[in-house]
């Protein structure tokens, strides 16, 4: 058997155990020996769900058609190296893996998701008050929710919420994008 | 630009059409046959391997059974709308745009369909000109296929703009991704026809946008019709926020203004990319090897992928200010996208459709 066979079969019988879907498995098998090969090590190491398999195999090969590389040099870097050959448990590192690929298929997105959180966090706001920012930044509305009890936290979250509307705003501006 | 077929299909009742005519004097190396009724004609291949490309190739001359108005399908309550009316002279495109959303909108009847009784849209056009004698209308045939794209064996441009030339409260718009410009040098449109051309950076042009002319030769055409008398607008749609997509766009911008005077251009249309989930499933299994394809789209709140909100907005701002320092007298508007954006970006609520459309039309 040919080191290219021998790779398939390996593929093919790591995605029969997981039901991965004939798309994905064709996708994987089309890509080049090295790849194939890299992905196979990371799933298997990492133990990946279906799901997360079939999301890892989508977004490296987005970021290697858009980076002109290939999926086996994207995973060599530094950061999936490191989840690879890290401690913890293979779920956590499976959870990891997965959020590194999506920093890197979405960084612009990424950076300001994590600009955004921390202007929510510096609001400091109470327990009674929580801002749900759109998911994926797909729109330019920001959720206010309250849980109140009774008239004085109703009271109070309001108070709150008056009291921090200039850094509503720069969040409101932030999501909505620069004017 | 040459593009080719691979055969004519023609329906009988338009065996003696001048359209038939022309199409067949100006095609001689194509096989040419004919058939009762091209319903059938304009469904996919299921034997060829990408049945929207062979449909690209395929043209069908048949009678339009459906009405040739329209309202733009990209109209919608829940975006702001430019009151465009579409005319249906021909449906697909010989160009193979890997955005495009007719791969997903014809995937069931994707051949190149002209119409010989197009001549037939005068009328539903002059019904309609009448029916809304307050306003002005603003009509294209450049929404399911290329206006000018076929129009070197079609002639069909001369009709057209003959036709609106003579009427007043119409203004037809011709949309473009080619330099296929011979036949509106030789009509006068006295000022009642808009050559429109969509514009995107070299980078879009060659990694998504094949079959077209490039960029430049799009200015160049332009600013050969508008010393024709013609008037010339453009749409930066879509816009594709790639890494340097900011800058590239920007000098295309640069770039248009060299060529055409801000003060000559009567719109700028400016649209960010948007894909319906079966859109972007048929565009990427068509593309796969196109990198635009793969940016940072979220499944935003009306149900398409598109760029994620600040970036977004963000693009359409830098470009709005650019268009707006070159001349604040050039019309600018954003096509699909919400009250909300508008007011972010041109700083005030869209209007409604048919107001813009007439704004538009006059200006």
């Known amino acids: ?179 | 630009m040459n593009f080719e077929l691979d055969e004519i299909v023609i329906e009988e009742q338009c065996r003696h059409s001048p359209l038939a005519a022309r199409i067949i004097r100006a095609s001689l190396d194509v096989p040419v046959r004919f058939t009762d009724d091209a319903r059938q004609d304009i469904r996919p291949n299921p034997n060829a391997a990408d049945p929207f490309a062979a449909g690209k190739r395929k043209m069908v001359i048949m009678h339009r059974r459906a009405p040739f108005l329209m309202a733009c399908p990209a109209g919608s309550s829940e975006f702001a709308c430019c009151g465009y009316l579409v005319m249906v002279l021909a449906s697909n495109c010989p160009m193979d745009c890997s955005y495009c959303f007719l791969q997903d909108y014809i995937a069931d009847n994707p051949a190149f369909q002209v119409y010989a009784n197009y001549t037939d849209a005068f009328d539903e056009l002059e019904r309609a000109r009448r029916r809304l004698s307050d306003r002005a209308l603003r009509v294209g045939t450049g929404e399911l296929a290329d206006s000018l794209a076929f129009d070197r064996i079609t002639g069909a441009s001369r009709d057209l703009v003959g036709y609106c030339a003579s009427r007043d409260g119409i203004l037809l718009e011709l949309k473009t991704k080619t330099d296929e410009i011979d036949n509106l040098l030789s009509v006068d449109p006295r000022g009642r026809t808009l050559v429109s051309w969509t514009l995107s950076p070299d980078r879009v042009f060659a990694t998504s946008e094949k079959g077209t002319a490039s960029p430049t030769a799009r200015i160049k055409a332009a600013q050969r019709v508008l010393e024709a008398g013609y008037k010339v607008a453009f749409h930066l749609d879509p816009i594709i926020a790639y890494a340097d997509a900011e800058r590239d766009y920007l000098a295309l911008l640069v770039e248009l203004f060299d060529f055409v005077s801000p003060e000559d251009i009567s719109f700028i249309s400016l649209g960010g990319l948007r894909m319906t989930p079966a859109l972007r499933s048929a565009a990427r299994k068509r593309h796969p090897q196109d990198p635009m394809l793969c940016g940072e789209d979220v499944l935003a709140a009306d149900g398409r992928y598109r760029t994620f909100t600040p970036l977004r907005v963000s693009l359409f701002g830098a470009l709005e200010r650019r268009i707006a320092a070159a001349s604040p007298a050039i019309l600018r508007y954003l096509c699909m996208e919400p009250a909300s954006v508008h007011r972010r970006v041109l700083g005030r609520s869209p209007a409604p459709p048919a107001a813009v459309g007439a704004t538009l039309a006059r200006h």
Do not use: C, Y
């Not at chain 1, 996708?27 to 890299?38: M, V």
């Not at chain 1, 398999?53 to 995973?75: F, V, Y």
């Not at chain 1, 893996?97 to 612009?108: I, K, Y």
């Open chain 1, 1 to 179: 058997m040919s080191q290219r066979e021998d790779l398939r079969e390996r593929v093919l019988s790591w995605a029969e155990a997981r039901h991965l879907d004939t798309e994905h498995i064709q996708r994987w098998l089309a890509l080049d020996a090295a790849s194939a090969a890299a992905i196979l090590h990371a799933a298997s190491s990492l133990g990946l769900r279906t799901g997360q398999a079939q999301a890892a195999l989508e977004m490296l090969e987005e970021i290697a058609l858009r980076e002109g590389t290939d999926a086996a040099s994207i995973l060599a870097r530094a950061p999936f190296k490191r989840i690879l050959e890290g401690a913890g448990s293979a779920p956590a590192r499976a959870r990891a893996f997965v959020n590194e690929l999506r920093v890197m298929r979405f960084p612009r997105l990424g950076r300001a998701l994590e600009e955004l959180k921390a202007e929510v966090a510096a609001l400091k706001l109470p327990q009674t008050v929580r801002m749900v920012l759109p998911k994926d930044l797909g729109s330019d509305e920001l959720r206010i929710e309250l849980r109140v009890r009774d008239g004085e936290e109703l009271r109070a979250s309001v108070r709150t919420l008056e009291s921090r509307i200039a850094a509503i705003e720069r969040i409101l501006a932030l999501i909505g994008g620069p004017v």
